[in-house]
């Protein structure tokens, strides 16, 4: 299994603009979501308030909201105002801390009939994940909505497996996008390939493609 499966059960923790960060928790997504942070909704323009309010509320325990700037907050907004490329830094370090913290596992779905796993999509994210993390894992709301966003969106994933819907993991070998010549491939590693990476449905009519062009077109160099 690749980092991302790591840093999302093993969160690593930041300082940022001078307070200590390690969870980013599908609690912490609701409030930024609530407060209409472009960090939380994906804004390209991100304000020195921006980030003061997501430090603040990376902060917070599940249950609790209040996110009034503190004396330390003025302080801080001054300082990052007066140096920007210090503000820059701090952002950055934000910003991929938040990535490592919500790096989900990335799959091939199989089935023929284009399974999903239901309610996740139609609703918030967050509380479809904190509603599957209770239905499915039987934990509780308060350590569900405490939950690290990556090992959440990892669990459920894994739940999904185990109910039945077809996903194979993919590791960063997978998802590698260099161009693989499939030409050199003798019969059984082109079967085997393709039984490892597409869904069942597929394999037959990739296989008899690779065959009749690939292979034959490798053949002719």
């Not at 969870?23 to 609701?30: A, M, P, Q």
Request: contains cysteine.
């Amino acid at each position: 299994m690749d980092d991302r499966f790591y840093h999302s059960f093993l969160p690593p923790v930041v300082k940022v603009c001078g307070k200590d960060l390690q969870t980013f928790s599908l609690w912490h997504h609701l409030v930024l979501s609530a407060a209409n942070s472009p960090i939380a909704l994906g804004g390209d323009r991100i304000s020195i308030p921006d980030l003061l309010i997501a430090v603040r509320v990376c902060c917070l325990k599940y249950g609790e909201s209040g996110i009034k700037p503190t004396l330390r907050d003025v302080w801080w907004k001054r300082k990052l105002t007066k140096n920007p490329r210090l503000f820059r830094a701090e952002l950055e370090k934000f910003y991929d801390w938040m990535a490592k913290q919500s790096s989900p596992p990335k799959f091939y779905r199989g089935g023929g009939d284009g399974s999903v796993t239901k309610g996740i999509e139609s609703g918030p994210r967050c509380l479809g994940l904190a509603c599957s993390l209770m239905s499915r894992g039987g934990i509780s709301e308060n350590s569900a909505w405490d939950c690290n966003l990556g090992r959440a969106m990892w669990m459920d994933a894994q739940f999904a497996q185990l109910e039945g819907i077809q996903l194979r993991f993919l590791d960063d070998a997978d998802l590698d996008d260099s161009e693989i010549d499939l030409s050199t491939l003798t019969d059984d590693e082109a079967m085997l390939k393709f039984q490892n990476e597409l869904p069942e449905e597929l394999v037959g009519p990739t296989f008899d493609h690779w065959k009749n062009k690939i292979k034959k077109k490798g053949g002719d160099r």
